[in-house]
């Protein structure tokens, strides 16, 4: 599928106080892991601007992982989250993860991550944070083409001529539209739900380690037979 880059109209990324808070905690808390979760967001058309406000309010931690991966099951959507998105229907779900360390950029295995998100849900936000508070965002859209519309297509040949041919709409694959999204901090509240699911996700981790700490204690057994 075709990834085609878009500037109009923009996608201003707004990002709260209160998120700002919640992603220097968990970069403090894990310096040296990746980090990851849901970004909770709405967006809006700003029509003095001609562009997007897409503003996050919150960040939901579901996953620490190793000093250069993490991931979680993006299938699983925690019942409190749940009764947001209830609550408030203009509320969306994005994807944030940390580079700890590393410089911000989109790698490979992040832009497949966006591709498969947009694939699977319209529209799709990934934002990805470091220790020192860099940031970067990209904005994906799924689009389909119109069905029972023909539209005319021209191509230049090696030959001195212009040849014009003639293709169904139907016949074209969707694109994948991409924004770089800029980014603005303001102000915000404390959110107590975030700080529920990150000391559940510290004491899943705990019990992780202290798991791997008993099995590395275990007496070896080295007799053959």
Not at 169 to 185: A, G, V, Y
Request: net charge negative.
């Amino acid at each position: 599928m075709r990834l085609e880059k878009q500037s109009s109209p923009g996608m201003q990324l707004i990002i709260s106080h209160n998120a700002q808070e919640e992603m220097r905690l968990l970069c403090g808390v894990f310096p040296n892991r990746e980090w990851s979760g849901y970004l909770v967001y709405r967006m809006a058309y700003n029509k003095e601007e001609e562009n997007y406000h897409i503003y996050v309010d919150r960040i939901i931690p579901m996953d620490v992982g190793t000093e250069t991966d993490t991931e979680y099951d993006d299938g699983y959507i925690p019942q409190a989250v749940k009764d947001l998105l209830e609550e408030d229907g203009d509320l969306r779900l994005g994807h944030i993860h940390s580079h700890n360390t590393q410089e911000v950029f989109f790698s490979s295995t992040d832009i497949n991550e966006l591709v498969r998100g947009a694939e699977k849900s319209e529209p799709y936000l990934s934002l990805i944070v470091n220790n020192r508070m860099e940031m970067e965002a990209k904005f994906c859209v799924l689009a389909k083409p119109l069905a029972g519309q023909d539209i005319i297509l021209g191509y230049m040949t090696p030959l001195p001529q212009k040849n014009v041919v003639t293709r169904h709409i139907s016949e074209l694959e969707p694109l994948l539209l991409l924004w770089e999204c800029p980014i603005t901090l303001e102000g915000g509240s404390k959110d107590i739900l975030f700080n529920r699911l990150l000391l559940e996700l510290l004491s899943k981790l705990q019990q992780r380690l202290s798991s791997q700490t008993y099995s590395s204690s275990l007496p070896v057994d080295y007799t053959m037979g």
